[in-house]
């Protein structure tokens, strides 16, 4: 079965850091691009990163950039997100999600919250 | 930024009754390669997002033949023929056209 699970959320303080790991299992992660994906809970979607196969292509909504990092270990078949100077508005449930092709989503985590307090 | 506008909020349909839901894009999706970069997803309850339409009018594998997707440029339809119970939820139109990649704001469909 296709699947990814994430993980890694949690509470943190304004400032903080912490790493989300999303762990796809029954395809090959080094075939597709990857994407993270974020909901403030009770509201709509925000695309967060992207990054390309091989992972040297990089992209962030810029109120991320320079504070996310987006990875990938394709041995491992895990995709990272790499998350610095957390602010409270960053909040929200993280799911990482497979690229179908040009952002056509097919496969999608269960989400890992993650809360930052002030 | 691409800002992706859906109406209606919400939406209560009678069941085996249509229901449509529109997104406008401030900028045409089309691309040039002639294809047009936009999704539909539907987030069920409790639920992460699943893809129903990709590329305007393409339906997922597995999603039935009562959704249909339409329009150009900027102007997208979704249609639902006869809405069952399982449709409850959110949809979401996505742009996946240029960075950042953005989503229409949602809406709530529910059984009346």
């Known amino acids: 079965e296709v699947q990814l699970v994430e993980s890694g959320g949690g509470l943190v303080q304004s400032g903080g850091s912490l790493r989300l790991s999303c762990e796809a299992s029954?395809?090959?992660?080094?075939?597709?691009?990857m994407n993270w994906v974020r909901q403030v809970p009770g509201k709509g979607l925000e695309w967060v990163s992207r990054?390309?196969?091989?992972?040297?292509?990089?992209e962030y909504v810029d109120s991320v950039k320079g504070r996310f990092t987006i990875s990938r270990d394709d041995v491992r078949n895990t995709l990272f997100l790499q998350m610095n100077s957390l602010r409270v508005e960053d909040t929200a449930l993280y799911f990482c999600?497979?690229?179908?092709?040009?952002?056509?989503?097919?496969?999608w985590g269960p989400g890992t919250m993650v809360t930052v307090s002030s | 930024d691409i800002v992706m506008t859906q109406t209606p909020l919400s939406l209560s349909v009678i069941p085996g009754q249509p229901a449509s839901i529109s997104c406008k894009s401030s900028r045409s999706l089309l691309h040039s390669d002639g294809k047009t970069y936009l999704h539909w997803y539907l987030q069920r309850p409790g639920q992460s997002p699943q893809l129903l339409m990709y590329?305007?009018?393409s339906r997922f594998s597995g999603v039935p033949d009562r959704f249909s997707g339409s329009g150009s440029g900027t102007d997208f339809t979704l249609k639902i023929s006869r809405v069952e119970a399982e449709d409850v939820g959110f949809y979401y139109c996505?742009?996946?056209?240029?960075?950042?990649?953005?989503f229409g704001g949602g809406t709530k469909v529910e059984i009346k």
């Open positions: 990054i390309n196969l091989g992972g040297d292509r990089t």
């Open positions: 590329e305007v009018s």
């Open positions: 996505m742009q996946g056209l240029s960075f950042p990649f953005t």
């Open positions: 999600a497979r690229d179908r092709s040009w952002n056509a989503y097919d496969v």
């Open positions: 029954g395809f090959t992660l080094s075939s597709r691009w």
